[in-house]
């Protein structure tokens, strides 16, 4: 399967301000995904990115707020914008791994704090 | 996307099997049935998937209904590193597909 190296692990941010996160993929993967894990909640779909076109946002979520780039097969970024405390949240991207063999693979994610 | 219910927690015993049921009584006939696991401090791990023939690989056995309305999660012989929460997902099974999460179970394995 894919392996997905996502930065920054963590962070702790200050009201306002924004964060982009950064998820790096070790194959070329046509789909890649971005989810936000609140405090003791499930996973919720923000976004879905591929390359060469705009990301699509789910319902509840925005460009302006989350904005999204996919410049190439491999990367992508996730940028947390404008940030407030119901922002703290894990985030986390993933990826289809071609061929479905092994599913889908999702980064370790990053813990994001907002004071 | 088709609704699921799990159980919100199980309790288990080390070295014991354990059957985490799954409800998907939307599911629809292109859907396939995926389970994914979230240990702590980790992201979800890919369990196993099927269509509509039960499965098996090293980590679990996948069990589906005949009306493919409900499947089974069987891990064979727990042990306290499966101690996570497991989500059961219908999934369009093309690349076009994304994973919905619901609650998940929240498998507890005590020594």
């Known amino acids: 399967s894919a392996v997905i190296s996502q930065k920054p692990s963590r962070d702790i941010c200050q009201r306002g301000t924004s964060l982009t996160i950064q998820c790096q993929v070790d194959?070329?993967?046509?789909?890649m995904f971005w989810y936000r894990q609140q405090p003791g909640q499930s996973l919720t779909l923000i976004a879905t990115?591929?390359?060469?076109?705009?990301?699509?946002?789910e319902s509840g979520f925005v460009i302006d707020k989350f904005p999204i780039s996919r410049p190439n097969l491999t990367f992508s970024t996730l940028t947390v914008s404008n940030m407030s405390p119901e922002d703290s949240s894990i985030y986390l991207c993933?990826?289809?791994?071609?061929?479905?063999?092994?599913?889908?693979?999702f980064g370790s994610g990053t813990r994001l704090t907002v004071v | 996307d088709a609704k699921t219910t799990q159980p919100n927690s199980m309790e288990s015993n080390e070295e014991e099997p354990v059957h985490l049921p799954c409800n998907h009584s939307?599911?629809?006939?292109?859907?396939?049935i995926h389970w994914y696991r979230q240990l702590p401090s980790q992201g979800p791990e890919y369990v196993i998937h099927?269509?509509?023939s039960n499965v098996n690989n090293r980590m679990a056995s996948l069990a589906i209904a005949e009306d493919r309305k409900s499947s089974t999660l069987i891990l064979h012989r727990a042990t306290l590193r499966d101690a996570a929460v497991y989500y059961c997902?219908?999934?369009?099974?093309?690349?076009?597909?994304?994973?919905?999460f619901g609650k998940g179970t929240k498998l507890s394995v005590k020594p």
């Open positions: 939307t599911i629809s006939g292109t859907d396939y």
């Open positions: 099927g269509l509509t």
């Open positions: 194959s070329q993967v046509t789909m």
């Open positions: 997902i219908p999934n369009y099974g093309g690349s076009q597909g994304n994973l919905i």
């Open positions: 990115a591929n390359q060469g076109s705009e990301a699509t946002y």
């Open positions: 993933s990826v289809d791994v071609p061929g479905r063999r092994y599913g889908y693979t």
